[in-house]
């Protein structure tokens, strides 16, 4: 599908879903609540058969926290990037995708090591590179520690 | 390169003037020749400085011609540890523990910007530790970033160098230098949790 085709293909589905001002990629900006089931769709739909989330991350940014999905169709070859921003700093929630796609079971570990985004549902949500008993979360802005050296 | 360039760190050569017998110092020759033509690094390597490492291993540059002769897979059989890249907090326990494990005589190269000071890592990284001598004690510090394969090949001729001015008699002095480690591995250790 062509961005064009994908910007219709989700308003008409989901009018409050925000299109964003990406140019490598179709950018969609969902409310916390409707990102599952837009992933949802876009894995289901014959138009779009997203199979393939090939990168999830998080931002941190002055708005919240942003969670960014990446995904792509290994049959249609179309991407999109999806986005959600957690405003609540404090404790940011967001309902997990691991469920339709496995790869996010990882992704979703790393986010939560480096930034602290509790995702819910995760069947396993620990940290994935530093150590169980690490204090913070490294990636975060206001992160503090003894060993950094701050420039 | 002039020879006169290559020589211009005349310390090592003072090692030599110490002045021991005949026998030791002709004993000590033979044994350094031995050592210092047959240092055999260890297969160890964290980031692009070892792609470096393996080029100079490679045809081209040949490691080979100064006898760092061939790759050991194993720390019991290695002399060298060549550490070519990022050091992290969660694998400093793992490069001493090699270092340990290495029989001696031992010797180290810190290879590249992240094995001397942590380079382009010393400021806001939360994980990268900041030169590999907080960990291990260094023979030859080669900067680079990564650093070229002639510049490999120097500071093996300088550790070559460093060998050779050895004698049995200074060899304690390996001893001390560890010791003089140990403090700040315990630094290191004491930093891997940080106080929030």
Known sequence: MTREQLNTFVTDKFPEVKLGTSKQFP????????????????????????????????????????VVYHLTSSELGHRVMLRSILVDKINPEVETVSDIWQAAEYYEREVFDLFGI?????????????????????????????????? | MEYDDFKDNEALEELKKSGSSVLLSTVDSIINWGRSNSVWPLTFATSCCGIEMMATGGARHDFARFGIEVYRASPRQADVIVVAGTIVRKMAPVLKRLYDQMADPK?????????????????????????VDQVIPVDVYIPGCPPRPEALLYGVMQLQRKIQALSMTSEK????????????????????????
């Open chain 2, 173 to 196: 002095k390996g001893e001390g230098k560890e010791q003089e480690a140990k403090p700040e591995v315990k630094d290191v250790q004491a930093n891997e949790k940080p106080a929030s």
């Open chain 1, 27 to 66: 950018e969609f900006i969902a409310t916390l609540d409707q990102i599952h089931s837009l992933c949802k769709t876009f894995k289901e739909s014959p138009e779009t058969k997203m199979d393939y989330l090939f990168c999830q991350t998080a931002l941190d940014r002055k708005d919240g926290f942003h």
């Open chain 1, 118 to 151: 509790k995702f819910t549902n995760h069947p396993d949500l620990r940290r994935i590179f530093l150590e169980d008993d690490w204090v913070g979360y490294p990636l975060r802005k206001d992160y503090k520690d003894v060993f950094t050296i701050d420039r």
């Open chain 2, 107 to 131: 010797y180290v190269i810190a290879m590249g910007a992240c094995a001397v000071s942590g380079g382009p890592f010393y400021y806001n990284s939360y994980s990268v530790i900041r030169g």
